[in-house]
T-cell receptor, first 114, second 111 residues
Framework: NAGVMQNPRHLVRRRGQEARLRCSPM?????VYWYRQLPEEGLKFMVY????????ESGMPKERFSAEFPKEGPSILRIQQVVRGDSAAYFC????????????FGPGTRLLVL | DQQVKQNSPSLSVQEGRISILNCDYT??????FLWYKKYPAEGPTFLIS?????DKNEDGRFTVFLNKSAKHLSLHIVPSQPGDSAVYFC??????????FGGGTRLMVKP
């Protein structure tokens, strides 16, 4: 049973470019969460999605960041016009439902903005 | 406002002894608590969880204790092994929504 998959594992972008991070949840999981870990900090919540719905985006920066979880295919976290401060590890987690359900994490995408 | 805090950034323990990692929270609405272990360049790995209606949960070498009145939880690892050396994060959630993480504690288990 494959775990949460994320790709790419490493992504290098120049300032002003776009970054697209993909997340495929565990089989049978319909809830996806994105977290960001800045250097020397803990993980911070960004957005919570179910298929075709954004449930909670309270942790997402208001500009340049967007997320989707389409009916078919992986969840996408998109960062437009990246800046150096976007350099971080981005983790995706999935759970089978809401409530007291454990979230399982993928290996992360490490974004470096030059 | 840090709702979940891990006040010890690091902990060093001898192999075979007990490791105790601590976590404090401020939000009384949290109803589910989890511990994750993280190695460098990997994602967090789930270890153990506890519901707010319980005060203890045990899984092999790992036991989590919850003291709701003190808003405190702890993770006990007995016996500690060198492979346990990692960063440990506690996390809390309200009704299964987003996880709020502590800053992590780096555990080093010496052979």
């Amino acid at each position: 049973n494959a775990g949460v998959m994320q790709n790419p594992r490493h992504l290098v972008r120049r300032r002003g470019q776009e970054a697209r991070l993909r997340c495929s949840p565990m089989k049978g999981h319909s809830h996806v969460y994105w977290y960001r870990q800045l250097p020397e900090e803990g993980l911070k919540f960004m957005v919570y999605l179910q298929k075709e719905n954004i449930i909670d985006e309270s942790g997402m920066p208001k500009e340049r960041f967007s997320a989707e979880f389409p009916k078919e295919g992986p969840s996408i976290l998109r960062i437009q016009q990246v800046v150096r401060g976007d350099s971080a590890a981005y983790f995706c987690a999935s759970s089978p439902g809401s409530g007291r359900e454990t979230q399982y994490f993928g290996p992360g995408t490490r974004l470096l903005v030059l | 406002d840090q709702q979940v805090k891990q006040n010890s950034p690091s902990l060093s323990v001898q192999e075979g002894r007990i490791s105790i990692l601590n976590c404090d929270y401020t939000n009384s609405m949290f109803d589910y608590f989890l511990w994750y272990k993280k190695y460098p360049a990997e994602g967090p790995t789930f270890l153990i969880s506890i519901s707010s209606i319980k005060d203890k949960n045990e899984d092999g070498r790992f036991t989590v204790f919850l003291n709701k009145s003190a808003k405190h939880l702890s993770l006990h690892i007995v016996p500690s092994q060198p492979g346990d050396s990692a960063v440990y994060f506690c996390a809390a959630t309200v009704a299964g929504n987003m996880l709020t993480f502590g800053g992590g504690t780096r555990l080093m288990v010496k052979p």
